[in-house]
């Protein structure tokens, strides 16, 4: 019998409101529950809750735990910002709760390469996260948007014998362009599916592209969103996983077999600060004046004023706060 993975995907908008995402998410994932094309594993995407922080465990991983004992799912929900202990009270992490379908949290990854300047507030995070499903006899990576342009963390994850890359995002329409090709590369490079989820509408100062992909370990694209909402249910075959690895992609090329093989030496492994590239360009940028700072010099972002960003914070955490108190989490 072989080895086949329904991933539940719920492409959706997220606002600045938590409550109002989080109830949209119970509501799609109901929906997408309702089907005889059954998902496993569901994930959601990036930012369903990030101006109003909270601690994990607490409250908010209660109520996810409760919708992947409800379901019987695999439940990756999609992003928090997570206030921690071994963090300034101003800073936080990005991220993503695991639960099992026992409702347990079974893991939390946290981002480990945040969109600076955009998230001057979060701090990375330090470990990769590849989790087990064992029902499947497989290994789940997981990653938040901009962490899929550093293919070290997709190596790595790899490594650790993750045969899906999950990505969640909250991607605005001037990157995708840019974007959309590093998911084929991240899946062949690394003979794995990529499943990219992605929101869309508006955020902040963006358009959010959608176009939520899944990509198979040959390099070829399973499923595209659109730039709408959308729910879908993508069967994976993981036995191809395991083909692509062992006989080369498409019986051809043999990644990962010559990984193992040539040992690349890695002399900046751990400490690529101190390379010789990093004598020769600037600082990045960790808020916006010192990202006007870096590109005037370049005849950009001489003209314009920004827009002051004011949010009723206080509101968000009352709704949210109430949100939860109704479903029985506080």
């Given amino acids: 019998m072989g080895r086949f993975l329904n ?9 600045e409101d938590p409550s109002v995402n989080l109830a949209y998410f ?70 993503a709760p695991i639960f099992n379908p026992q409702g347990e949290l ?8 945040p969109w600076y300047p955009a998230e001057d507030k979060v701090m990375p995070g330090n470990r ?35 045969e899906v890359l999950v990505k969640l995002t909250l991607d605005p329409q001037e990157l995708f362009e840019l974007n959309q090709h590093i998911h084929y590369a991240r899946a062949l490079e690394n003979q794995a599916y990529l499943v990219s989820t992605n929101c869309v509408g508006q955020f902040a100062s963006s358009t959010m592209y959608g176009h939520s992909q899944v990509i198979s370990p040959e ?8 730039d709408v909402a959308a729910i879908c249910v993508v069967t994976l075959d993981l036995d191809l996983v395991k083909r692509s690895r062992n006989c080369g992609t498409k019986f051809m090329d043999h990644y990962l077999q010559h990984v ?4 690349f030496p890695a002399p900046f492994a751990g400490a690529a600060a101190d390379a010789p590239l990093f004598e020769t360009i600037s600082s990045v940028a960790r808020d916006a004046e010192s990202y006007d700072k870096n590109v005037q010099p370049y005849g ?12 009723d914070l206080e509101a968000y955490e009352k709704d949210l706060d ?6 029985g989490f506080e």
């Fill in 128 to 162: 990769y996260v590849v989790f087990d499903i064992p029902e499947k006899d497989t290994k789940i990576g997981v990653q938040i948007c901009y962490d899929l342009n550093f293919p070290e963390i997709s190596r790595n994850e790899t490594l650790m014998g993750a």
């Fill in 7 to 15: 991933v539940g995907i719920l492409q959706m908008p997220v606002t």
């Fill in 106 to 113: 079974i893991d939390v990854y946290r981002k480990m390469a």
């Fill in 219 to 226: 390099g070829f694209l399973v499923w595209e969103g659109g």
């Fill in 322 to 327: 109430l949100f939860l108190q109704e479903r």
């Fill in 300 to 311: 950009a972002n001489i003209l314009g004023r920004r827009t002051a960003i004011d949010h």
């Fill in 26 to 95: 119970e509501k799609e994932l109901e929906r997408i529950m309702m089907g005889f094309h059954k998902p496993e594993l569901v994930v959601g995407v990036e930012c369903l809750q990030s101006l109003v922080p909270c601690s994990i465990p607490g409250p908010m991983t209660d109520y996810f735990a409760s919708l992947a004992r409800k379901y019987e799912i695999y439940l990756i929900p999609g992003t928090v910002y997570e206030k921690h202990e071994e963090l300034p009270d101003d800073k936080f992490y990005n991220a």
């Fill in 260 to 263: 193992g093989e040539f040992n």
